[in-house]
């Protein structure tokens, strides 16, 4: 059933469904009957021209503006395509582009390495980590302790001074995504640097190659100080437009059981959070709108999503499996209530 509520979770009745291990089989099995695991060239090829055309504005933009402080004006346009192309290196890393795996690979780290200048194979690999065990708090790295926590074990477990941060937590979330641009360059960076394989060094050189080419740019348009306002107005909106696309899918949801994480239809379902919107929301978020049924089919080509939406839906109310479906504002106040009652959750001494 759809809900807009955080659901509770509880085991589904045996007799209610088929045996949990058909489950998905039979899902899956209507899905691509339905043609919706096939590639979409034309949809990407469109996705990928639009995604050019805006990079060369923005840059064309930047040139004719010049030595101006109008160039403020212009660093969310920056953050919006900066954003678009790492959308684009998502589907790529799930192989939803091309049938190949190897020119998948070669426009993810094109996308990612050169457009962005985030590693690809290091996302891949925390990325695949997630998907595999979504909000997981020992296996999903997305939800490991840090700036934030996700559990009350996490904040439990921290150090005073922490505690009394993570107690504030839900306050400073999205200025905290400001610097998610930089937290996942440094990352990344981090990665190549820890395993200097070829295939590392050659992700290393084109990651310096964006900074420099984009530090380049920028310094020779406009003065020291009008360039590191707009370096910073960019790079923080490109790290809160990518925060806030994120932060719907996952956050607020709840743990599961033992016998749910071993059913990989549940593990998904159950993990996940779709945002309701239309065709806007869908190219806002990247298609991320569709977290449930992107998670059951990872490689499933972004515009098949709403149509495997009715599909997945209808299967989930069926099986009694609750769908949890929302507004976008309605996914951030479950987000931020969740990181609240965390941060004073008891044993930590507020």
Partial sequence: MQ??????????????????????????????DAGLLERRPGSYA????????MGVVAVAALLLIGDSWWQLALAPYWAVVSTQLGFLGHDA???QIYTSRRAN??????????????????????????????????????????????????AQASGRVARLFYRYQAWGFFPLLMLEALNLRVASVRYLLADRTRAHLRELLLVSMHLTGYLALVFL??????????????????GLYLGCSFAPNHKGMPELTAAQEADF???QVLTSRNVRGHWLTDNVLGGLNYQIEHHLFPSMPRANLPKAQHIVRRFCATHRVSYMETSLIASYA?????????????????
């Fill in 46 to 53: 469109r996705r990928l021209s639009a995604a050019a055309a």
């Fill in 265 to 267: 239809l549940r593990r």
């Fill in 93 to 95: 890393g799930h192989r």
């Fill in 105 to 154: 690979h070669i426009l993810g780290v094109l996308l990612a390495n050169l457009g962005v200048g985030f590693s690809y194979r290091w996302w891949v690999d925390k990325h695949n980590r997630h998907h595999a065990h979504p909000n997981h708090e020992d296996k999903d790295p997305d939800v490991g302790a840090g700036a934030l926590v996700f559990f009350a074990g996490q």
């Fill in 221 to 238: 348009v406009l003065p020291p100080g009008k360039a590191l306002a707009f370096i910073a107005v960019h790079q923080a909106l490109f």
């Fill in 3 to 32: 809900s807009t509520q955080a659901p509770t979770v509880t085991p589904v009745a045996r007799s209610a469904a088929p045996p949990r291990g058909s489950d998905y089989a039979e899902l899956s099995r209507q899905v691509k």
């Fill in 334 to 350: 479950q987000g931020l209530r969740h990181l609240d009652a965390v941060g004073r959750s008891p044993g930590t001494g507020q």
